[in-house]
Structures are given as structure tokens and as C-alpha cells.
């Protein structure tokens, strides 16, 4: 069971990027944290990374299936006994430089099945969870995106799941209120992950020419989750913007 007053998260996608930098600045923090992701070895590293002193779980899991899922949270259920947190990050951009007509149904499922599917099922066992213990209540954070605004060119999967978190963090969000479950997203730009990797050689912009952007450091965005978290539950940043200030969002297009 958990130390008394540590409070208790959630990271999917951990094994990497932003999730990877969240679980690391929550540790930090002093939250015991459970890191999720489908490769056990990235999810050791992130545990190796928080050093000997911090209480990271490890559990291997693909956020898309959901007996998967029922097992993540009944590891933190039998480890913890309660859950404060869920950072639903796990995500994929799915083929990219695909024209629309182009996309297979395989690879739009994909893509949905992690992005939309899998946060769902993640908040879904987040919700039993928070709504049975005593005392009640936590919250979720949900991993949106400046596509969940506005798109990019041939990302139509990827900006189609992203606009649909938006409607699932207000339906998480008006369904937790007599349970005290909040539930915010943050949209981030341009963090710099390894999904982000093309933005240092050219992406492809709106009107057909190439152009590198701007990122920023993901320890940034990990901050502004930990803001997010540590807000009594009484509080909430319901939508949360942080991007490369100088990438082509203001005026995208």
C-alpha cells in the first residue's frame, strides 16, 4: 500500500517524450507514479531515470485493448489501493505524408483505437476507480493537441481524434462533477519528442511549402501537467495551451 498523503498517478505512454516527462516531474514531485506503455524495456528506463528514491510501477500495457487496461488499473488498485491521477497521453500520428484518399482502414483504426478508444478506456477505469474510493474523487488529465484546433495537412485520423478528446474532456468532465473527478486537457505544440523529430528538417505546411518550426523542451509541458495536478479538486484548468511560442499556430493556414 501507498505511504499515507502520497498522492497516486497514472502516465500512459510513458515509456518516451512527453509522458516520459511527466511521469519523471511527478516523481519529482513526490507522487508514486504507474507508467504505462507496450514496451516493458522504455518503462524500466523512464523507472531508472526517477532515480532509486522514487516509487514508479512499472506495468506494460497497450492502451487499445481492454482487458490490458482492466490489468493497469488493478495493478494500481493492489499496489496503491486508490488513484489521484490519469495522465491519458498514449498517442499516435499515424502514417504520416499519406494523402486522405490514400489511408487505409487499418491505419485509420490504428490511430483511432489508441488516440480516442484507448483514452477512453483508460478514463473509464479511472472513473471506477476514483468514484468507489474513500475519499472520493481525482482527476484526469487528457494529452489534446494543437491539432485538437486546428490541422495539419494529411492528418486527418490523427485531427480527427484529437477535436473528439476535446468532446470527451467536457463529457468527463460534466459526468465527474457529483463524484469530485476533474478533469482538464492540455494541448501542446511542438514539444520536442521523437514524434516531433520532422519539425527540425521541414514539415509540410498549409499552403504546400516545407518549413522547419520551432519546439520547446517537454520538461516545459511536464511543469504545466504538475500545475494541473496539484490543484485541490475544488479547482480545475479545464483547457491548457502550451506550444513553441513562435510555431505557426497563431494564424496556421
Known sequence: MNAPGKKIAVVTGAGSGIGRSVALALAGAGWSVAVAGRRPRPLEETAEAAGNDADV?????????????????????????????????????????????????????????????????CAQAAFRLMKAQDPQGGRIINNGSISAHVPRPNSVAYTATKHAMTGLTKSLSLDGRPYRIACGQIDIGNAATEMTERMRSGILQANGQL???????????????????????????????????????????
Not at 495536478?229 to 510555431?247: G, S
Request: proline share 6%.
Open 211 to 253: 518549413a522547419v518550426e520551432p519546439v520547446m523542451d517537454a520538461a516545459d509541458v511536464a511543469r504545466t501537467v504538475v500545475h494541473m495536478a496539484e490543484l485541490p479538486l475544488e479547482a480545475n484548468v479545464q483547457f491548457a495551451t502550451v506550444m513553441a511560442t513562435a510555431m505557426p499556430y497563431i494564424g496556421r493556414g
Open 57 to 121: 510501477l512499472c506495468v506494460p500495457a497497450d492502451v487499445s485493448d481492454p482487458d490490458e487496461v482492466n490489468a493497469l488499473f488493478g495493478a494500481v488498485r493492489a499496489r496503491y489501493g486508490r488513484l489521484d491521477l490519469l495522465f491519458n497521453n498514449a498517442g499516435t500520428f499515424g502514417p504520416g505524408g499519406v494523402a486522405l484518399e490514400d489511408i487505409t482502414y487499418e491505419a485509420w483504426r490504428s490511430v483511432v483505437d489508441v488516440n480516442l478508444t484507448g483514452s477512453f478506456l
